[in-house]
């Protein structure tokens, strides 16, 4: 038999199996580990399973994922008819603002206000996070159910949705619009996850275009492990599968040339020859692209993650709604260095930032590019 045992105010929700173990579902790693206890259910005519949890500081954990898929149910985007969700939480302009010291959105996101939830001791609570910036984000999450980006992540990632959510272009009609492309590819050593990406800007809007590449023999495992959506990428046409041991820079190098056969006016590939691998240089060149070797020097890499960043928060960023960029975007961690230069890595080891990476050796290259052209003009006498 399994049951709900609601624990404590009633913010988080206990399983508790036959054992008399206890697990939190915001413990929960990855999927695998909630589905054991749908799958130990099977043998049951009437079986109900029910979680409850306020938000986290995770937007690639797997508690949020739910939540997401939740919210597409409630707003009939999916149909579950067999499953129920009620989602409660405060109100989020479109710069993803709330007035938390609203009692409305108090109430909103408590559906236990004026019972469990004293009004007068969360409205404290609100003031205090008001006065204490670092009390906010708790305050956000667990009193307000708004998911608030980890406190390592550099990126909110709710910016970056609000950016490309402006835009609808299609890859067959981006091809068709006079964009010059600048590639860039984050190739993994041997069996983990790589990535290729084309920047463009058109209209005053950076473009970016990714897909990544896993092998076969290790995608279950990892999508498992780490928590990956691996799969989900490969239908929703984010990520190609190899059927090799490791990676296949054929594979790659396809996908570039699928590209331009598809319209796109590929300028410049760059990629650090050091960690490209004997094999894919040769393949790119042979197949008539234009690869600069880029070295991966952080102040220089710092160059066009401060050229995303901005085009982000003016709203002038479009990833094609790609869900793979957004998990990689809310794994990078950066700190600053001097003269403004961002040195970034993963939030965590077993976490993957390859899309984002991919990202910017290809805006680099479009900037850089860009600079020699604008020279060149200066030096003709043309404006």
């Given at each position: 038999?399994?049951y ?8 988080r929700l206990?399983?508790?199996?036959r054992?008399?173990n ?40 797997f508690?949020?994922r ?32 709330c007035?938390?010291?609203d ?6 996101a ?20 008001m ?17 608030t ?5 550099w ?9 490309d ?44 275009i ?13 999508a ?18 190899c059927?090799s ?37 040769p ?13 991966q ?13 901005k ?20 794994n ?34 479009m900037?850089e590019a ?14």
């Amino acid at each position: 038999m399994i049951y709900a045992d609601l624990a404590g105010n009633g913010e988080r929700l206990r399983i508790k199996s036959r054992s008399g173990n206890n697990v939190e579902i915001q413990a929960f790693k990855k999927a695998a580990q909630y589905n054991r206890f749908k799958e130990a259910m099977k043998a049951y005519t009437n079986k109900l399973m029910i979680g409850i949890t306020t938000a986290g500081d995770n937007v690639n954990s797997f508690c949020y994922r739910r939540l997401e898929y939740a919210v597409k149910v409630t707003g009939g985007l999916v149909e579950d008819d067999t499953l129920f969700a009620f989602v409660a939480r405060a109100d989020q302009d479109e710069n993803g603002d709330c007035d938390y010291l609203d009692p409305v959105q108090h109430e909103k996101a408590n559906p236990g206000y004026g019972v469990t939830i004293r009004p007068d001791g969360i409205l404290a609570e609100a003031r205090q996070a008001m006065a204490d910036p670092q009390q906010r984000k708790d305050f956000l999450s667990r009193s307000l159910n708004i998911y608030t980006s980890a406190v390592k992540a550099w990126f909110d990632i709710e910016e970056f949705r609000r950016s490309d959510g402006k835009y609808t272009w299609t890859l067959d009609e981006l091809a068709r619009l006079p964009i010059d492309w600048y590639g860039g590819a984050d190739l993994s050593r041997c069996y983990d996850l790589t990535a290729a990406c084309l920047y463009g800007c058109f209209d005053g809007v950076d473009i970016c275009i990714t897909h990544g590449f896993f092998p076969v023999t290790q995608a279950a495992r990892k999508a498992d492990e780490d928590g990956i959506p691996l799969f989900g990428w490969q239908e929703d046409g984010w990520l190609t599968i190899c059927n090799s041991p490791t990676v296949n820079m054929g594979d790659v190098v396809q996908w570039f040339k699928d590209m331009r056969a598809r319209g796109f006016r590929i300028a410049q590939v760059g990629h650090d020859r050091k960690f490209a691998g004997e094999e894919y240089f040769p393949l790119m060149r042979k197949a008539g692209f234009s690869v600069i070797d880029q070295p991966q020097y952080f102040y220089q890499k710092s160059q066009g993650f401060r050229h995303i960043e901005k085009a982000v928060k003016d709203g002038n960023f479009y990833y094609l709604h790609s869900e793979a960029y957004e998990y990689c975007v809310g794994n990078v961690a950066g700190v600053e260095k001097t003269d403004d230069a961002v040195q970034y890595e993963k939030v965590q080891q077993d976490q993957r930032i390859d899309l984002f990476d991919a990202s910017v050796f290809a805006c680099l290259r479009m900037i850089e590019a860009g600079a020699k052209s604008k020279k060149a003009r200066a030096w003709w006498g043309e404006s």
